[in-house]
């Protein structure tokens, strides 16, 4: 980019949008700053750090020289996500709310806003990278693999990347964290937020338990012996280990790949039955599945031909090599089977597909398929 554009930054508190602002400031950008206020129950508490995050994001523009702006888009948020987030758990499936909080806050609230303030590109601390190649746009893996966000941004369409730049995608961490240390941004050291934002730090169980109901219910190993009593099925993934209430309980001679010791894993929920099935050792069959049925499909670019297919079914794991079979002429719904067994395949959670470095797009997992 080389024309001085009107950016408007979506600044966290975080040292990632911190630098973002800082590199496109530097290379003589109108930049101003925008901090994104999404929940607002219990703000107060020891939990919720927005206070101190826009704080920390007056500080940052300050040192860099930039407006910034506080806007609340809690309205949109408890619509948009909050409200999709509660009735998936409570259908039992385990929703992935970062997801959608980018698809319809940040890259569609924050997006229109900006516009508004006659901005020509928004920019944020994203771990990602957008390339112009004949005419459209294409969303990369940041150069960081151990720090990649394409998956939580997956459901962005063209109108959306053209109009997003991610500078410290073309980064590593490291060097991120140079950056705002040789500048003296009062964020250089801050630790990086993790989990869920409007759950912050709390126990997720605790939390969950304000909004849902719940129904205790039997754990049964299976062979559909009772181990024990669980306190509601939207309360446990699929893969899960902690807090399972069951330690203590230790079978010999269990078949497929539990021993007396190994662990016990979350691996299957009947709705029906109000039941939780556990198995033991990581490897059991009942945790892995050849394949799985996605729906809600989106595509970063619904033009560009497909080549090779890797597939992600959780964060942070390596794309797995697959097949992908459209259900469809529109694609709203496929199969993928994959050429090696995937751990904990689970419903709610988003599959995204990569052609190499290219982020496709993806869909919601509805279905996994057992191991062959």
């Known amino acids: 980019m080389n024309s001085k554009q009107r950016i408007v930054v979506g600044l966290s508190g975080g040292v990632d949008s911190a630098v973002t602002a800082y590199l496109l400031k530097k290379a003589g950008h109108e930049v101003v ?7 607002e129950d219990d703000d107060d508490s020891e939990y919720c750090s927005s206070n101190i995050d826009f704080v920390d994001a007056a500080a940052v523009a300050d040192v860099i020289g930039i407006e910034i702006e506080h806007v609340n888009f809690a309205a949109d948020y408890k619509d948009r996500v909050f409200a ?33 303030l006659g901005a020509e590109k ?36 063209q109108a959306q990347l053209a109009k997003t730049l991610f500078p410290v995608g073309e980064l590593h961490k490291t060097e991120v964290r140079r950056i705002a240390e040789e500048i003296g941004l009062p ?4 630790k990086d937020s993790t989990g869920i934002c409007f759950i912050g730090e709390r126990p997720f169980r605790e939390f969950l338990n304000r909004y849902l ?10 062979r559909g012996r009772k181990l024990g009593e669980h306190v509601g099925l939207s309360f446990y993934t699929l893969g899960q280990r902690q807090g399972l209430g069951i330690g203590g309980v230790k079978e ?51 033009q560009r031909a497909f080549g090779g ?64």
């Open 33 to 39: 700053g925008i901090f994104m206020k999404n929940w």
């Open 122 to 157: 928004i920019a944020t601390g994203h771990y990602a990278r957008v390339r112009q190649r004949e005419g459209r746009t294409e969303l990369l893996k940041g150069v960081d693999n151990s720090k990649d966000q394409s998956y939580f941004l997956h459901r962005l369409n």
């Open 309 to 372: 297919f890797g597939a992600k079914t959780r964060y942070r794991q390596a794309d797995a090599a697959c097949a992908f079979h459209p259900d469809t002429p529109a694609l709203g719904r496929c199969r993928v089977d994959f050429a090696q067994p995937q751990w904990a395949v689970t419903p709610g959670q988003s599959l995204v597909l990569y052609d190499g470095e290219v982020c496709l797009g993806g869909g919601v997992i509805a279905e996994a398929i057992a191991q062959r």
């Open 84 to 116: 999709a987030f509660l009735r998936e758990y409570q259908a039992g499936r385990t929703p992935n709310p970062d997801v959608l909080c980018n698809a319809e806050i940040k890259f569609k609230a924050f997006l229109d806003h900006a516009m508004r």
């Open 187 to 190: 964020n250089a050291k801050k």
């Open 213 to 222: 109901a719940h129904q205790p219910g039997p754990i049964k190993d299976e």
């Open 252 to 302: 010999k001679g269990a078949p497929r790949g539990g021993g007396e010791h190994e662990p016990w894993f979350v691996a299957r929920k009947d709705m029906e039955k109000n039941t939780l099935y556990v198995v033991q050792g990581h490897e059991h069959p009942w945790l892995l599945s050849q394949a799985l049925v996605a729906d809600d499909l989106s595509w970063t670019d619904t």
